[in-house]
Every structure is written in structure tokens, then in C-alpha cells.
């Protein structure tokens, strides 16, 4: 063992033996929190409905509405709590009675964890704790802040606060009585976020900026004042920008002397080491001390889940001791460094705190030095330990009202729950001190340890078992994480490289063959509608007739191929697609104007369309035995259909084109793509892809043009038994009508995937957790500008909730950054072209007519095709702003009396095609689910960005004929069943073993078709 | 131990002991034959390639066929037989000597079995056996008998063969020298089944009669020169037959005294001893003695398969001890009635043998007064030791060519390799004599005894795992067997009762209340149409309007009801539907002019498909998770589209109508059904079934009338949002079109659900076993009068093989039954009505211009929409019989050259519904899986008679919309897809278990919902 190791046992012992003279009251002495954390210890469905009953009574106003949230969370479950039910009887009986009681026990439970209401209220606590030899650092709790003017509001409370704490301090003195120059006695913690609302990791420049300019009086104050501030850590996507803004703003000449400023470093990230590292060096140039608070980290649920859903890698260790192992590393680098960082470390846990007390002796620092930073409200018998030793300790003292302290408070739940954490292995499991007192280093399980080059997925395989044969396991390719600098970068040479292409002229290809026709059709940067992006020739009759042809003929050979084949084909792409990731997106942005991560999103969908119908196709591609009889062998499986035709909407140029197009390629058909007008450079682009990836000629043609010249012709064409068609609802209705017609020389009846329009709408129910509701509506409503047909149109909200929602609605939106999204960190860029422009200006203005315009934005680019953001409130569910598709960035805000009329509006239009619905009451949830007149039901999150796989897309009434993109069905309507039953049976004799099947039955035809039984 | 087993012990010893000096050459020595059987027994898939080859290689002329179908039987076989690879591809350099070589071994195989090609030819084997003291009896070998010309050919044959026999041994003396009187020398065994070729189980007065009339001059010939006559058995279908022909035959005064005759009793069949002691009854009443042959049964697997593949109880004993049991116990009861029955034990099963000389011994019955029969070239050492014992030993010794004897030798081929089999078990496996003699009733297992009440499914549960939870399973219902007297019984007083309902009137169904109109249209009997076989009540455009107003009512709550409540709607009426069973087919043999087996398979087929959809929808019923990743639940799952409109044609009145009703139910839909006009009686019956079952009111509507009147104003109506629609391709493609609109109100895209007509092939390759081809093809083209849209319209020959198709071909037309399908044994009944009498007959007017009319029917009733079968041949693909739909009983032939030609011709037509293929090689069967364009190809079977869940059918070009009826899709097509996703993490907190959904989701809006959540 080494010396160190023994001097933490050592230490740790010591902390033990005081602990264990008064053990911590939360697991042992009875009471509302106690019993709640117990049966949570013990039943995981409890513990899920209890933190979110707790995270709801908060904003519940009326006692029968905590009562009846009460009975739908905690319904059915007397197995775990004794009596539930009965308690559940007499609360409906005396609902006040019982929200009363509840109420003062959830109070009670969330004022173990918060120190105070406010800065007044906190100073009675933190005298308490100075007479303990306690110190503090003061947090104030807030809201997901949605807007500037909530920013604004928080920034106001935080000075507050610093004053209020500097004037009730004031005469106080240093707990250990020395080293006031390095820990002055008011100590503020500062929550980042809350500063700005318009945080956008693609562009930290631009939130440092704002963030330091909002920060600096605060700053200036507290240096007067003597006050120390901290800079918190919250989740990885700000984690970067944190960083900037600190080593930014204490650069600054007003700052750079100052020591009195200190910022967290999270152990549990990957990135901690070097973060530290850099900051140091940072410091180091600067020349002045600093502080770090090293802490384990307290968002490692939502960063591994978000990593999971984005495909990203996972920031954090997903081992606990992983975690602890980096804690001490970086304990030792701050030790290392003390000369120049005055370290705190934020721990609960008895063997990190030990090894930074033993390595501080190994170093010979003082105790005095360096502080350890404890949670107000838990681990109460360490504090006492740490005082007794002699260590300095300060409390992380949070203060607010429970509603904005929330997350907090759940954060803490889960902390006590958790079964990794230290103090439910100490106070609740009883671990002996050698057990929790062992290297970390010792506990990592080096066969778990995933690489950090390695996505957080383990959705990988799409709920294949072990028996999934690999092919048909489909994994979503991940974003683009714009966190990360390196991305930023590619993004900017993209956007760079692009630009120097402006003007390429692009032919049409048919049959692999170059084609142009004199004629030529420019595409234009909507931002700037004097830039011309490319220019496609424009195909005519001829054209289309001569694809037709080409496309005719290949299928004679396609048709014929290995289903194999032609999913490697779309891996092929999928792969190029991938290389020219950065390409491709920068061409979207220039072409039709979305932001980086928009435009990003919609390559990131193309290559999962790609992969996802490659694996399907493998799937389907294996006959299937029908119902088994003996003497008989009867399979099913699928053939082609013939020539199909795509027609693409410019919204998603890349995904939804690639789609429909790869759905008709895997399956065997052959195609001619004809892209929107204003997306042809990008559909040109994809007929390179599919080039580069070897598709064979005639097999995908490319071939732009007027949909009223070629699309009609096509559409009408005797030849093309198969239209695949994503659009508005006026073309959909005319190719579906069209394609009812069955002409002379037709082969067969003509099958229409047809995707129309949508007029979605999202409840907010009264209990909705607003935080949410804001951000995901302003991003469902104005993201794209609000050209995706699953947009929010039309926000129903409960009465009993409207003011407060209109109100931070409104705000919202007054923050949202309108300009080109050429720049990172736009969310609202132009409108497609100028036709577009003018119809929704159009319906803005009738809109006036109607209803009230309770927000427009003013501030907008005035070149190129800028809508303002706006907003309608007062509007009639019958009102043409609330029936028909306006295709941009319009909210209409309907206000209604209850759920009842909420569903009757949300389902009151001609379109079904996405729906959103924030609740926190199960049973309204419950309700919804089954209630939503749409193809896509959302629930508590936006109701835009539908994933291939997992968000299987489509509507129906006006909106579309009940297919669904990126779903298990989808690749059905490109195909045709058929059967194919032998009787095995010669002479009264069968074989008896079950038949087996072959993947190339599904071929067509003979040609390549390998005879197996001739040698 | 019992007397007898010690006896049975004892004689079995001795038989043994004789054996062992003499073992079988089978097992011992080297050979070709004997190779074959070691590998057989060695390896599964070789025995059956082995036995398939062997069966194809009497019918392959040339030597080139040969090399390539031994190649394509044993590619790839080299682990079971060494050298195989090496031998293969010596067999393709010389092909001549290959072949040569083949034939030879393949002939000397044969010629272990059959003793001689003809009468004269077997004498040699006779006479040897006769210097052994072994008898003979003397079995014509022949193929499927498919026409009557073929039955007199046999006939002629039979009574050849009788004078030869009878010539060649004048003077033979009985081999142990006494009992002449009960053992003529000459003994003849007669195939029955082999005089008659349209023998049917519901009619066996009938064949009874033409059999009686076949046979009297044979016997009376038999009689005179005082040779026995032994009607052998065959399968299960004849038997009874067979039993009441033998009992008739012999009680006529001509016969009655006649001693010489036997009859087989097969001791795997339930019914063995209930129809020997009816023998013993029948003989004694006679008062004549004849003779019995015990025999186990030689066609076990097939009775199997038939019994699973129709749903019947399964005849035979599924386990061969209780064969062994049953053959002692009616071994005691031959015995038991020696006075009035003379036994022959037919079995080369030891203790069999030794069971039945105890039992003798014990019953003091002289060993001369009863014989063993045992096969030619088969158990030579146990007949030595029964001939050295001095026992009666006769030999049964079949006579004919190998192509006709090949049925014959798989049947010995697999006796000698059956794992169950006697000989196996002593020569291969050299079992102990004390196993061997065991009691059979010991080695039953109790547990594995099925009852005889229980189908022979075996495939039940429709392939389900045991973790498929019941509903999900699916079992079709078994056909009428009308083997069984019981079953005529009830169809002839179904019958009776049917005609007493003639002429009775039938309202309207519209929102549960019956309504009449003052107009009925008349539904008459096609046999004979002054018979009016009842009057429905004609709906026009008000009642049309009422149906959909009441079905969109009724919509609002039938789309809220559970799968669960829906999918025992369909189960109930399935179960009134096989009460009433009888019934309902005995009006469509009056509405519809169906034969009794063909009706009764319509009711089946609706049975099947309420059950089918129940399961169906109980799986699509169920939330599908999608992709899971964390903090998120997603799920897709089903919701009903509205108002479906049905419109189902005449030719399967309950089936198709019941079908496409249930489907759009059981998915939630309500429905407008509209049957055709000639069946709108049983329509009317569906209904009845429907409200039987508590259908509520408005879910299904029963609106008859004409196609033009309320047809056309349903499909165009705006409130109609389904259309399911199976008729000809002239109304389908209207309905497509008119569906292609979206007129004004219209909530949904129109979905269509269209099946049109067919004009299927069958090729015959040059290597096709004829009897299956031309039985097949024959009732292909000709059941139901060809009024099937999967009937056989064009059967192409290759040339090879032509000359001899249609000879048996047309021969077999001309035997089939044309008459009034109210008498069972009907196989062509008349057209439906006038309008397609005369179409048709118009069709074979255009026919005799274009191709030779090679035969046509000329008996047929003179009343009635009666049309004669009619074969064209020399028909060109071009010709208009070649290409238009018929629906009547018409078939083109047309020859081709080859393989090529063949599928280019088959493939030639705007149709693609069924298709066919005879062939015995499996690069060819390969070929065609592949290459055949119809919806439902068939190998080596009819190209009709699809079964639900089997065989899911319907076709694409113009035949359909690549439905698939009774197919695991079919539902989806009834059905809109739709996603729930619910954002399960709430400030950064997500549940770990992977989430769980239930059943109610799919309930479309809320009234009967129950909120779980709620207490």
C-alpha cells in the first residue's frame, strides 16, 4: 500500500469515528422526507412518481387539482406505501386537509435543501452556520430563464442579493480567524445561464460577449465590496462557454488583478483534466490567483440521456469510480498548482475528501489553504467532522422560492437516491470505512470503460436482440455537436468553400449521362436574393420523357438485384454523405436559408434514412414463412414496382428528397428525382452522392424543373406506377387525383406516397412546467423560421395559465436572433423566396383583422426575404389564421376554457399531422395520447424533429395518406406482396424439417439470379 | 406374464432364431439400393432428394435431363456421400453412360419390389416363389387414374392380367397341400380407386353404382374360373366407399354365395375395428364366408398431412404402437369369427406375426385356415422361417411398369427407412429379440395419445412461440369432410330446409332497423332459374344516404371500443357461422350454383377470415415501441380510418363479402356492405350472422342494390373514406378513379382496397408428374365452372411433353360431372346468370375462330346457366381467349418450345393474380419462384384454393393493389399509423425501466377510455 493510500485511510478513519458519534438524521429518524427517501430506496417506480409529484405541486394553485394529481400519480401503489389507498380515499373526502398537509411537507422537504427565500430570509441559516465555524456560498435559484427580459430580472435579484449579503456580513470575520485574503467571508455563486437566454453553443463568441457585458456591473460591485464570486457549472453544452467567459473577463484590465474569483471544474467530464489544465495555464499568464471548486458533478443522468438521443459521444465517465479516480487526479493538479489556485473541494464523500487532506500534507499545505465545500441541508455529521479536524467549510447555500428551485431540489433526491451515491452507501447501506475508503482506481471495471471516442448510444442495434442478424441493426447518425470548437471551424471552411461555388451551373442526369437543354434555372441565396447559389438546367417534355426511358429500362436489371446489393448501395451513400457532412449543410444554408444545426439536422436525417431503410429492406428482403403445414412451403415476400417518381419540397432539400428516393432505390424500383425549384443545387448534390456511391444509369435520374411542365407529365405518365410526393396539400390532392386514372399501356395501378401540410397544435394544460413548455414552443413555432409542415401553428392554452404563459411567451420571442443564418447562432433566417414572403405578409396582415397582434419583431435584416417573428393572441379557433397553412413564422395564441375545449380546437382543422401536449398530470396525458387528431403525438417536448427510427413521420386527414417516414411500414408501399407456395409432398411423402428460405427469391427476375442447385 | 405374451415370446423366439440363419440381404450386403438406404437412414435431406429423384427419373427421357436433375437433387451433398462432387461432374462429361448407368440401378431398385412389367413377365417370379411353398396374390400397378378413359384402359388391363394368371397356373396345387376350398391359387388384388375416375366422398351412391357396374364383368369372370378377388384399400378418402361397394357388390344374388372375395382392413385407422366388426355383421347376415386382409396401413404420412393441411381429425393413430395394438386387437376379433371370416395377416412385423399364431394356437384354429402376406422383395427371411414353421405364406406381388409402380416403390422405400419401421429396428438396428416382441399397448404413452375428437393440427397457434399470448393465434377451421356419412347427412337436409326458405323476402340493414324500399329484386337458382330463391330489398340514393349517416355515427363510438371487444365480435359470429354452417352453404348452392365441397369451402374460408382478423388486430392492437433511447417513451400504433364502404362480388358470397367486412371492423371502422346482386340473399345471411352476434347498431349497414345506382353515389360520397372492393377490373379501376378525387367535407385521402380479375397459367415443364398436373389443372381451371378470379385460364405445355398432356388432359375433361350441384358429385354446376352464359358462350364463339375447340362437354342439363367444359387448343398468346378474362369454364392450351418461351407467354398479360408450375427440377422450380408475375404462385399444386393465413392472396398489374387477403398486412390497409412520443425526463430525471404500454392507446377518443390514473 502506499504511503498516501494509508494517510487516506488514516484520515478517512478519523472523519469516520467523528461521523459516527452523531450519524445523519436522514436515515434514521422518522418523518415525511425520511419515509419518502425510503420507500424511493426501495421501489424505483415510487421513487419516479414521487420526485414527480414533488416537481408539480409547486405550480398546482387549487387543493382539489394537488388532489387529483396526487391519486394519478400514486394510483395501485399500496404495495409499497402501507395505506396509500386509504390515505388516497380520505384525501378526496377532505382535499384541503390534504393539499394542506402536502403542501407543508413538500415545503418542509425542499427547506432541507434551500436555505432561504431570499437574502434576508438566508441570513438567519448563515448566522446559525457561523456559530457552527461554518461558511458559506450563497446560490440564487431560478427558472429556466426563456428570455432577456427574464435575464434581465435575475441579474437585478443576483446584485440584490450581493448587497443585501454584504451589508448583513458586515464585521464578520474568517471562521479559522486567518487567510482572509484569500476567502473573503460573502461568497457568491453564480448561475451562467441565468444571465442570457439566447446561449447558442455554435457561437460562444457572441454569448461571451453578451454574458460578460451582463456580468460586468455585478462584477465591478462585488470587487468593491470584497465580495468573492464563483462561477457555477451546469451542463455540458455551456461548460465551453463558461470557461471563455471567465478567463475572458478576468483578463479584462478592471479584473485581472483580482483573486477574489473562482469557477467549478466537473470531474465526472472527460474533458476535466485538460479544462483544469488550460485554466491554470490561463491563471499562470495572468498572473493573479484564482479559485476552483472541483466537484464530481451533478447532471450525469441528463448529459448521458442527451448524449444517447443526439448520438453523441458521452461527456461523462459512465462509471462512478471513473469519476472518483479523475476527482483525486484533479485534486492533485490543484494541490500541484496552489501557488497560483486556491482550491475547494466539493464533496460529500469521505475518501475524496480524505485524499485531498492527506495529499495537501504530502505537499505541505496548510489546512488553512484550501476549503472543502459541503451542500447546505446533507452530509451535516461530515461538517462537523471537517470542523472539528480543523479544515475550513463552506456550505453552497441556495436560495429561492421551491418552484424556481425545483431542479435543484430534484437534483438533490436523486443525490441521497441514488445507489452509486456515497452517503446511501455510508448512512443507509452501512458500508464499513475500508469499503468506502478503497482507491477508486481499484473499482473501475476496465471491460465497461468506454472509449471517449465512442458514442453514448446503447440504443445501438435499434432493440435488436443478439440474434438480429448485424444488417438489420440501424443506429441514427449523430448531430453535429457545435459545443465543440473543432465543428464551428469545419462549419465556417464549409460555409467558405460554398460560397466560392456560387454561380456552378448543374446539368440534368439522365441515364448517368450529363444533360443539358439551354435553359437555365437559378437558385438564389434567400438571404441575399442577389446571390445566385447555382444554376440547374431545367428540364422539359423531352427530358422527362427520355428519364422515363432510361429509368424504364434500368429497372429491367435493377429489379433483378440482391436486396443486399441495394442496401449497400444506400450505406455507400450514407458514408460519402457523412464525409461532405460540413458540405452539404453549408450549400442548405446559402440555398435555403437554415441555421447551422437546422441545416445540420437535415443531413444528419438523410444518412439515417439511408441506413434505416438499408436495414429495413435487409428485413423485409428475407422471405417470410406464411402459417406451416406439413407438405406445403409457403413464404411471402416483396417485389418492385416499376418506375417511381420523387417530387421533394425545398423545407428539408436533402432529408426528405434522400428519403423518398432511397426508400424507392433499396426496394428495387428505379427513379427520377425531381427536387423543388428552390432546392435544385442541393438536389444536384444528392445526385452526386448517389453517383460517387456507383448507383448504376437510369437508376436515379435527376431532373429539375416546373412541376406544371415535367411534374404533371410525369404524374400522368402511363409509365411511372409509383409517386412519392412531399408537399403542399393543393399538388398532393392533384397527383393523388391524377394518379386515380388508370391509362392505356399501364402496367399497374399507381400507388402515391402522398405527405401534405399540417396546422399543429400544442395544449398547454394548467399544471405544464413552463420552463419547458416556452422554450420547445418558441422552438417548434419560429425554428426554420416555421417553414417545417410539422410547425407549431396554433398554441391552445388553459385560461388558468394563460397570463403567465403569454407573458413569458411573448418575452421569449422578443429574444429570438432573426438575421442570416450564415452566422451562428441564428434560430430565425429568411423565408424560402419572395412568393413566400409576400403570402405570409399577406396572411399577417389578415391576421390583424382577426385576432390581436400581440408581438412582431422589428429588428430584422431588411435585404432578403425576412419575415418578423410574430405572434397572435385572441384567436378565434375559426379564424383563416388558425385553419390555414401559413408556412412561417406565425403563432396564433387560442385561448380555451379547459381540456375539453382545448381537444375540440387542437382537432378542429382539415390536417392531422403533429400535435403537442404539455401536462404534468398523468391522467390529462393519458387522455391526450389518445385524444390527438395526428400522424405524431408529442408530449411534453416540441413538436418538430422527428428522428428516422424513433419518430416514424406522417399525418393524415389533409395531411397525408397515413405512411410514415423513417417507420417499420414505410418501405411496404414501394413493394409488391407476393406468395409463393410449393407443394412438397411427392407420393405422400414430405420432408419433415421446417423449409428454410433464400434472400434472392425476392428477385425479379433471372439474369443475375444464381441457380443454387445446378454446380 | 400373461399365457399369451409367454406364447407370443415363444413364437417370436422361433421365428427369430430361423431369421438369424438367414439374415436380410437388404441390410448387409453392397449394392446401389442398399447405399441409398444407408444414406437415407444417415441424413434426412438426402432421403429426400433420393426419394424425389427416384420418383423423376422414370418420366426423364433424355440423358442430358437426367445428368442435370441428378445434379441439381445432390449438389452440394458431399458430406453425407463421399465422392459425390467428383461423381457429379463426371456425370457431366459423360452424360450417356451417366444416365445408362441410372436408369440400370435405378430399374433393379425398382425390381426389388415389383415382380413383374406384366402378367406373362411375372409368371418367372410365380413360379420361383411356388418351388419356396409361397403363394401369390397379384396387384396391378398404375398411375392416378384421371379420366374414364384411363379406368377402362385399367379395367381391360385387370381382366388381361386375370386370364393370364389364371392360364399360366392351371393345374398349381395349393402350397401346403389342402383348404383349396378357402385359398384359390390364383389370388387378385384389386385397386379400386384405379376403375373410377371421379369418385367423390359426398357421393358414394353414386360411385358406388359406376364402380359396381366397372367391376361385375371382372368378378364374374373371377367367379367362373375360380380365382379369389381382393379389393385392396387405399386411403382414407375411399374407404368407406370401398367398404359399402364390397358389401353391396357381394350381397347381389349373383354373388352372394361366392366365398372367394376379400376386402383389406388397415389397423392404423380409428375406424378399423368399428368396420370390421360392421363386416363380421355383414358376412354373417350374407351368410357366405370371404376373407379379410390385416394390414398396419400404408400411407400414414400422407393421411396425415391431408387431415393437418384440412383441419380434420386426424384417421390414423399417431403413434405406432397403437397401430400394433389395434392390429392384435382386431387380430383376436378375425380370430374370434373364423367360422364366418377367413384372415390373412398382412405385416412383416414379428410379433405381429407371432401374436396372431398364439392367439390362433390358443383359439385351437389349424395353421392351414389363415395366411401371412407379406411383399414382394421384401422380410425373405421371416416368409422362410413362416414357411418352414408351416404356415400359409402368400406373397403380394405388384406387376407393371416402373413410372406407373413408383407411388408404390417410395411407399416401400420409405418402409425400409422409417425410424418406426420393424424391419429397420431388427436388420439395421439389430434390436433385441425381447424389445421386438414386446406388447405394443406397453410402448403407447398415455400423454401422447390425441384424441380422436382433436384435429390434427399441429400447426395451431399459427406458428406461434409459447410466449405469444393466446389471442395472437390463430387456427383455420377444418373443412367438411364429407367422407363421413354424418356430414352428407346434414348438407341434404340443409338443402331441404334451404328450399323451404325459397322465395322469402329481405330488408334492408340500416342502422340496425329493418327497411324495406317497394322494390325487391328477385335472386334465382342458376341451375334452374324459375326457381326464386329469395327477394331483397333494392336500396337507392336515400337509403344510401341514411347507411352513411347512420355508419358515421355509429363511427364516433365503435372507433372508441377495444381491440379486445372487437376482435370477439368476429369470434362470435365465426362461431354462430360453424353452427349455421350447413345452412349457409346450402343457399349458395342455390344462390349461387356452388358444389357442395366448394360451398362449404366459402363458409370456411369466412370462418377463417373472422379468426385471422381477430388475431391480426389483437397483434397490431398492441403499441409498438419504436426505437428506444432514454428519457423518452415512443410508440406507433393503429387508428381506424371511418366509414368503409364494401362491395364483394357473387363467386365467393360469404367468404370475400365476410372478409373484407370483418377487416373493417375489426379495425374499428364502421361499414356500408353492398353484395352483389346474384348473391344479395346470402348477404343478407351475413347480416344476420353479424346482428346474431350483437353487432351494435350503424357498425354494419346491409345495403343491396345496383352498382350503378348506389355503387357509384357510395364510392363518390365525401363521408366514405374506404373502399374495399373485389370485382371486375372494369368497376375496380372506376372505383380507383373516383377515389383519386378529394371532393369538398372529405376528412380523409379515399384509400381503396381493389381486387380485380386474373387470367393465371400454369406451365407444365417437360418433367412434370402427370398425375398431379392433369388432376390439378383440370380442377384449376374447371372448379366452380372457372368462376374463380385464381382459376386456371391458360395451362402452356413445353412441346416435349405435350402429345401426352393432353391426351390425359382432354380425357379427363371429358369425365368430369356436369349436372345441378344440389347432388353431391358435382363438379362443374351452371354460370351464374344469363348475362354470363351468354358472354361466355360468346367468348367460345370468338375462341373456335382463333384456336382449335379440342373439346367440348355435350351432355349437359338443358335448363340452367348451364355451359359445357371446353378446351381450346393450338391457342396463340395473342388470341383474345388468351388474353381477356372468361370467368366460365374454358380453358387455352398453348404449347411452347421451352422454359423461356413458357414464362414470356405466362407473363404476357395485363393480369398478374396466380400462377402455376409443374416440375421435378429444382433449378426450374427455382426459376419460376422467381420469375412468375402473379400475386400467388404455385408449385406443383392448383393454382386456386387459397387458404387464409397460408396462402395471403391477391395480385398486382391489373389484377389488384397488392393487397393481400387473409395476409399479415392486409389490416394496415384499414388503418391509420400513428406515434405517440412522451418526453419521460423531467429536470434531467428519467425512469431506467424500459416502459410498458397497454392495449387502450389504439381507442380513438375518450367516452369509454378508462383513465388508469385515476382511482
Redesign the interface.
Known amino acids: 500500500m502506499s504511503a498516501l493510500q494509508a494517510a487516506v485511510e488514516r484520515r478517512g478513519q478519523q472523519i469516520f469515528d467523528l461521523v459516527d458519534q452523531n450519524p445523519e438524521s436522514l436515515f434514521t429518524k422518522a418523518g415525511f422526507y425520511q419515509r419518502m427517501m425510503a420507500f424511493s430506496m426501495r421501489d ?2 415510487f421513487k ?1 412518481q414521487m ?2 409529484f414533488v ?1 408539480v405541486l409547486a405550480s398546482l394553485r387549487r387543493s382539489n387539482d394537488i388532489v387529483n394529481h396526487l ?3 400514486f ?2 401503489m399500496d404495495g409499497v406505501v402501507p395505506m396509500l389507498q386509504t390515505g ?2 380520505a384525501a ?1 373526502i377532505f382535499p384541503w386537509l390534504t393539499a394542506f398537509v402536502l403542501r407543508r411537507n413538500v415545503s418542509g422537504m425542499a427547506r432541507q435543501f434551500i436555505a432561504g427565500r431570499d437574502g434576508a430570509d438566508v441570513m438567519k441559516t448563515l448566522r446559525k452556520k457561523r456559530r457552527q465555524n461554518i461558511g458559506f456560498t450563497v446560490d440564487l435559484l431560478g427558472e429556466a430563464v426563456v428570455s432577456e427580459r427574464e435575464a434581465d430580472e435575475y441579474a437585478a435579484r443576483a446584485m440584490e442579493l450581493l448587497d443585501t449579503l454584504s451589508r448583513e456580513t458586515r464585521g464578520w470575520t474568517d471562521p479559522l480567524g486567518k487567510n482572509t485574503e484569500l476567502f473573503p467571508v460573502v461568497n457568491l455563486s453564480l448561475k451562467i445561464s441565468a444571465f442570457y437566454s439566447q446561449m447558442d453553443p455554435a457561437a460562444p463568441e457572441e454569448a461571451v460577449e453578451h454574458l460578460a457585458a451582463k456580468l460586468r456591473p455585478i462584477l465591478r460591485r462585488a470587487k468593491e465590496v470584497g465580495v468573492f464570486v464563483n462561477f457555477d457549472m451546469e451542463s455540458y453544452a455551456q461548460k465551453n462557454g463558461t470557461l471563455d467567459l471567465f478567463k475572458q473577463l478576468f483578463t479584462e484590465p478592471e479584473f485581472a488583478d483580482w483573486p477574489h474569483v473562482g469557477i467549478v471544474i466537473q470531474a465526472y467530464l472527460r474533458d476535466a483534466e485538460r479544462d483544469l489544465k488550460s485554466l491554470i495555464a490561463w491563471g499562470r499568464k495572468r498572473g493573479t490567483r484564482f479559485a476552483v471548486r472541483l466537484v464530481k458533478g451533478a ?1 450525469w ?2 448529459e ?3 448524449a ?2 443526439n448520438g453523441w459521444i458521452c461527456p461523462v465517465f459512465l462509471q462512478k469510480p471513473e469519476s472518483d479516480a479523475n476527482f483525486e487526479a484533479c485534486t492533485r493538479i490543484l494541490l500541484d498548482n496552489e501557488s497560483i489556485v486556491t482550491a475547494a473541494f466539493g464533496s460529500h464523500n469521505v475518501r475524496s475528501i480524505a485524499y485531498a487532506m492527506s495529499y495537501a500534507e504530502e505537499k505541505g499545505i496548510d489546512k488553512s489553504r484550501f476549503e472543502f465545500q459541503l451542500l447546505y441541508g446533507m452530509a451535516g455529521p461530515i461538517k462537523r467532522a471537517l470542523v472539528e479536524l480543523g479544515y475550513r467549510v463552506r456550505e453552497y447555500s441556495p436560495v429561492g422560492e421551491l418552484l424556481p428551485g ?2 435543484y431540489l ?2 438533490r433526491l ?1 443525490e441521497n437516491t441514488s445507489n452509486e451515491g456515497f452517503l446511501r452507501a455510508k448512512f443507509s447501506e452501512n458500508l464499513s470505512a475500508a469499503e468506502l475508503l478503497r482507491d477508486p482506481n481499484e473499482l473501475i471495471k476496465p471491460e465497461a470503460i468506454r472509449s471517449s471516442r465512442e458514442p453514448a448510444s ?2 445501438s442495434r ?2 435488436a436482440d443478439r440474434e438480429t442478424p448485424p444488417g438489420d441493426s ?1 443506429e ?1 447518425a449523430p448531430l453535429i455537436n457545435f459545443v465543440h470548437p473543432q465543428n464551428q471551424q469545419q462549419m465556417r471552411s464549409a460555409l467558405q468553400a460554398a460560397r466560392s461555388q456560387f454561380g456552378k451551373k448543374y446539368p440534368l442526369v439522365i441515364n448517368g449521362e450529363k444533360v443539358t437543354t439551354g435553359k437555365w434555372m437559378p437558385s438564389v441565396n434567400p438571404s441575399a436574393p442577389n446571390e445566385i447559389v447555382g444554376e440547374v438546367a431545367e428540364a422539359g417534355v423531352p427530358e422527362a420523357e427520355r428519364a422515363v426511358k432510361a429509368a424504364s429500362a434500368a429497372f429491367e436489371h435493377w429489379c433483378r438485384t440482391s436486396v443486399e446489393h441495394r442496401a449497400q448501395l444506400l450505406e455507400r451513400v450514407a458514408a460519402i454523405m457523412e464525409r461532405r457532412r460540413f458540405e452539404l449543410a453549408a450549400v442548405e444554408v446559402y440555398e435555403v436559408g437554415k441555421a447551422w444545426d437546422e441545416a445540420d439536422g437535415d443531413i444528419r436525417e438523410a444518412i439515417d434514412f439511408l441506413l434505416f431503410y438499408a436495414a429495413q429492406m435487409r428485413i423485409l428482403g428475407r422471405p ?9 412451403e ?1 413464404y ?1 415476400h416483396y ?1 418492385p ?1 416499376g418506375v417511381a417518381l420523387v417530387i421533394a419540397p425545398w423545407n428539408f432539400p436533402i432529408a426528405i428528397l434522400c428519403g423518398m428516393v432511397s426508400a424507392a432505390i433499396v426496394t428495387g424500383n428505379t427513379v427520377i428525382m425531381k427536387p423543388a425549384e428552390p432546392s435544385s443545387v442541393t438536389g444536384a448534390l444528392l445526385m452526386e452522392l448517389f453517383e460517387e456511391a456507383g448507383v448504376p444509369r437510369g437508376v436515379l435520374n435527376y431532373l429539375p424543373g416546373h412541376g406544371s411542365v415535367i411534374g404533371q407529365h410525369l404524374v400522368d405518365h402511363p409509365e411511372v406506377v409509383m409517386i412519392a410526393f412531399t408537399g403542399s396539400r393543393e399538388v398532393g ?1 392533384r397527383i ?7 391509362r392505356p399501356g399501364q ?3 399507381k ?1 402515391v406516397v ?1 405527405e401534405m401540410g399540417g396546422k399543429n397544435a400544442i395544449i398547454v394544460d394548467s399544471d405544464a ?1 413552463l420552463d ?1 413548455t416556452i422554450v420547445d414552443s418558441i422552438y417548434s413555432a419560429f425554428g426554420y423560421q416555421g417553414q417545417k409542415c410539422s410547425a407549431l401553428s396554433r398554441m391552445i392554452v388553459l385560461e388558468e395559465n394563460y397570463d403567465r404563459v403569454i407573458e413569458r411567451l411573448l418575452a421569449a420571442a422578443a429574444s429570438l436572433k432573426v438575421g442570416n443564418p450564415e452566422n451562428p447562432g441564428i434560430t430565425v433566417g429568411p423565408v424560402i423566396d419572395e412568393r413566400a414572403y409576400k403570402r405570409i405578409l399577406e396572411m399577417i396582415e389578415a391576421g390583424k383583422k382577426e385576432a390581436t397582434l400581440a408581438y412582431q419583431a422589428k429588428d430584422i435584416p431588411k435585404d432578403g426575404y425576412f419575415i418578423p417573428p410574430t405572434i397572435f393572441t385572441n384567436v378565434k379557433p375559426t379564424a383563416r389564421i388558425a385553419r390555414e397553412e401559413i408556412f412561417g413564422p406565425v403563432l396564433s395564441v387560442i385561448k380555451v376554457r379547459d381540456l375539453d375545449e382545448a381537444v375540440e380546437v387542437a382537432n378542429s382543422t ?1 390536417y392531422a399531422l403533429t400535435a403537442g401536449f404539455f401536462s ?4 390529462n ?3 391526450m ?3 390527438l387528431e ?8 416540441s413538436c418538430t424533429g422527428a ?1 428516422v ?6 399525418g ?3 395531411s ?3 405512411t ?1 417516414a423513417g ?3 414505410y418501405l ?1 408501399q414501394f ?9 412438397i ?9 421446417t423449409p428454410r428460405y433464400r434472400d ?2 425476392l ?4 439474369g443475375t ?1 444464381v ?5
Open positions: 424505483e417506480t419516479v420526485f414527480r416537481d391519486r394519478e400519480y394510483h395501485g388516497l380515499r378526496g447532471y443522468d441528463y448521458k440521456i442527451i444517447q438521443q425545483m431542479s430534484v437534483r436523486l446503447g440504443h435499434n432493440g440501424y441514427n417470410k414463412l406464411t402459417q406451416h403445414v406439413m407438405g406445403e409457403s411471402q417485389w414496382r390532392l393523388w387525383e391524377s394518379a386515380g386514372k388508370t402496367r399497374e395501378l400507388r402522398c412546467d419547458e382539415d404534468r398530470s398523468p391522467a396525458i393519458h387522455r395520447k389518445a385524444e395526428a400522424g405524431n403525438v408529442y408530449i411534453n417536448r428522428v427510427g424513433r419518430h416514424p413521420f406522417g393524415f386527414k389533409m397525408g395518406g397515413g410514415k417507420g417499420g411500414d411496404l413493394l409488391i406482396p407476393r406468395i409463393v407456395t410449393e407443394n409432398m411427392r407420393h405422400g411423402f414430405a420432408p419433415e424439417e434472392e427469391f428477385v425479379r427476375q433471372p439470379t441457380v443454387e442447385g445446378a454446380v
